[in-house]
């Protein structure tokens, strides 16, 4: 065995999302966003377009976002619609965490790569991103508020028109006394059909 099978099955498991509300106000360096996104970047992707690009909401930088997501909820939503516990969230979630990542798909217009595959490849990234997280103890949280998909969020992140915003990844440490949640999967046998003849 190349590497401890165990522990990474163990870390896979522990995953979780926790959610900004659970969040301390303890720092995340910048240099660990940087550790972050130096695991993101190894996740496969087809012909090597390594289709991902991020924008990473630091210390002030958090309230650009928290302000921007206020107005355009505001902006898109109708008076009969409006939630203020929505808009709540998306006012408080980027200043309860201690960093807050926009992962985005950055397309070449000449790709030859289907976009579904190159969704597929930044998906992964976010995945090393939560299992990064996970292995520090830090709570993490693939946030995807309709909001991300608009002209509008292209333009605030300085993406093109063929360009997609897939997650708002929220990171924070844990409050003290926070109990790590549990998942539940169904077992294999749901979802395997084995051919062996
Ligand atoms: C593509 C994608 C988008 C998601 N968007 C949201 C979201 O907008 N809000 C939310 O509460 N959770 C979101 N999640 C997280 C899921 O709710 C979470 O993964 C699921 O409840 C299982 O919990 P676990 O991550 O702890 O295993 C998203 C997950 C994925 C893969």
Redesign the pocket.
């Known amino acids: 065995m190349k590497y401890n099978l165990s522990e990474i099955s163990d870390l896979i498991r522990d995953?979780?999302?926790v959610?900004p509300e659970y969040y301390s106000d303890r720092l995340v360096h910048r240099e660990q966003v940087e550790r972050i996104l130096n695991n993101a970047i190894w996740a496969p992707n087809h012909g090597s377009t390594q289709p991902w690009t991020f924008k990473v909401f630091l210390k002030d930088g958090r309230h650009q976002l928290s302000d921007f997501l206020c107005e355009l909820y505001q902006k898109k939503t109708a008076r009969e619609d409006f939630l203020e516990t929505k808009f709540n969230k998306l006012k408080n979630r980027p200043k309860m965490a201690g960093a807050v990542i926009a992962v985005s798909l950055k397309r070449d217009p000449k790709s030859t790569i289907l976009e579904l595959e190159e969704i597929e490849a930044v998906a992964c990234a976010i995945q090393n991103m939560y299992l990064t997280c996970t292995a520090w103890g830090l709570g993490s949280?693939?946030?995807?508020?309709k909001l991300i998909y608009t002209p509008e969020m292209n333009e605030f992140l300085g993406l093109g028109e063929d360009d997609k915003c897939l997650a708002l990844f929220y990171i924070g440490y844990p409050k003290e006394g926070y109990e790590w949640?549990k998942?539940h999967r169904k077992p294999i046998e749901y979802f395997t059909e084995w051919v062996e003849e």
């Open positions: 995953r979780r999302t959610t949280f693939w946030s995807t508020p949640p998942g």
